[in-house]
């Protein structure tokens, strides 16, 4: 008697339960992963590999808050870990909690200071309507990359096509033809502007420009 009593108490071993709730994910059933990944969690707290899942599948089922207090969670064990710097803006954005998006995004790029976190402030920043902000810390992530790589370029471009402004979206795409003259992404988008795009058309990007003084 006490054997079967034993027997039907066993938890599942944690490698079946995340198993189990990845199975869950991928078959879009986010309801069962949830119960899955919340188990695992309950189990062991500090698996933030886990717990960035569980926040993953609340993003799922359209739960932003509560992805977000997972994230909190996650970020603070592993806060250089872009992919979770990642989830939690989208989780915080998606939320509405806009003061605490920008405020986590822009200390990300007072203590960090890379190419991608000035482009990620700035695709939040436009995102929550602010454009002059969006267009700052978009210009500031071209600086730092000083034209050797297409992201700046083709973030200053999709800026530039959001607020209408074709002839600085144009601008943008020139140059990113420039660092990738066969990127043919940059080639249909300088064709739908209407234009013909070929050697002539590349830009050397301005951050690339020799700095006047500069040994």
Known sequence: MTAALVGCGTQRPLHIVESSAKRHF????????????????????????????????????????????????????DPLNDAYVDARAEALYRAG????????????????????????????????????????????????????????????????KAVGDRENELTRLRMAMYIEPMNQVVWERIRALGEVPGPSLALMPEEAAPIPGAP
Do not use: W
Not at 109 to 137: F, P, S
């Open 26 to 77: 991928d078959n879009r059933d986010y309801a069962a992963a949830l119960a899955d990944y919340q188990e695992y969690v309950d189990r062991k707290p500090g698996e933030v590999r886990v717990r960035y899942q569980l926040a993953q599948t609340y993003l799922e089922l359209d739960q932003p808050a509560k992805a977000a207090e997972e994230l909190t969670t996650v970020y603070n064990v």
């Open 97 to 160: 909690q806009r003061d605490r998006l920008v405020v986590f995004l822009q200390r990300q790029t007072a203590e960090r200071g890379r190419v991608l976190d000035y482009l990620r402030l700035g695709k939040y920043q436009q995102l929550i309507g602010n454009a002059d902000e969006a267009r700052t810390a978009l210009n500031i992530g071209a600086k730092i990359d000083r034209g050797q790589t297409i992201g700046p370029q083709m973030a200053l471009a999709d800026f530039y």
